[in-house]
């Protein structure tokens, strides 16, 4: 099965600064790969699909890039309320494997 | 109002069995990609299972041959029976769709939490 890995496992970062979280893909997934931001003690919410397609509602202080096995989330400029754990996902093909997550917290 | 709700969590002993229920409204569960996804106390988010629209249904290797996923039309219900559960499937359990692609998730209910113990 494709392993999906993520860095780094957490990162603490001031507001205002711009935060890159990298996602890998054991095998190639082309561009089906999804980010997942899930708050402290909420569901996990849908951000980016298709690698870099924004979900309906999402801000676009975000973003995503990346295909085939490396893959990349960015907040341009980070808020208090994007304190979050981020997860990549790959929906090729089953198993839909996510990432093991990146917790992100302000300084 | 477009939303799903679990219900059917619970306490179990190792080895018990428990039926999970996704009840939607506002879509149709045939006509949407839907899925199981878990998470342990503390832990990342597991894909479990999922159902396609045309029917097909597929599973983790962790819950293979123990959960079956299944949904009813006429109730537009969402399922996921488990037997033979064991501690480690302990978590809370999303019920969650979309309906551009399969194993991609859109719209996420709020989750039934499985407790299994003795």
């Known amino acids: 099965d494709i392993q999906m890995t993520q860095s780094p496992s957490s990162l603490s970062a001031s507001v205002g600064d711009r935060v890159t979280i990298s996602c890998r893909a054991s095998?190639?997934?082309?561009?089906?790969l999804a980010w997942y931001q899930q708050k402290p003690g909420k569901v996990p919410k849908l951000l980016i699909f298709?690698?870099?397609t924004l979900h309906s509602g999402v801000l676009p202080r975000f973003s995503g890039s990346g295909s085939g096995t490396d893959f990349t989330l960015t907040i341009s400029s980070l808020q208090p309320e994007d304190v979050a754990t981020y997860y990549c996902q790959r929906y090729n093909n089953a198993p839909f494997t996510f990432g093991p997550g990146t917790n992100v917290d302000i300084k | 109002e477009v939303q799903q709700v679990e219900s059917g969590g619970g306490l179990v002993q190792p080895g018990g069995s428990l039926r999970l229920s996704c009840a939607a409204s506002g879509f149709s569960v045939s006509s949407n990609y839907m899925g199981w996804v878990r998470q342990a106390p503390g832990k990342g988010l597991e894909w479990v299972s999922s159902?396609?629209?045309?029917?097909?249904?597929y599973y983790a290797d962790s819950v293979k041959g123990r959960f079956t996923i299944s949904r009813d039309k006429s109730k537009n219900t969402l399922y996921l029976q488990m037997n033979s559960l064991r501690a480690e499937d302990t978590a809370v359990y999303y019920c969650?769709?979309?309906?551009?692609?399969?194993?991609?998730?859109?719209?996420w209910g709020q989750g039934t939490l499985v407790t299994v113990s003795s």
């Open positions: 095998q190639g997934i082309g561009n089906y």
């Open positions: 298709a690698a870099s």
């Open positions: 159902i396609y629209s045309g029917g097909g249904t």
């Open positions: 969650a769709r979309d309906n551009l692609r399969a194993g991609l998730f859109g719209y």
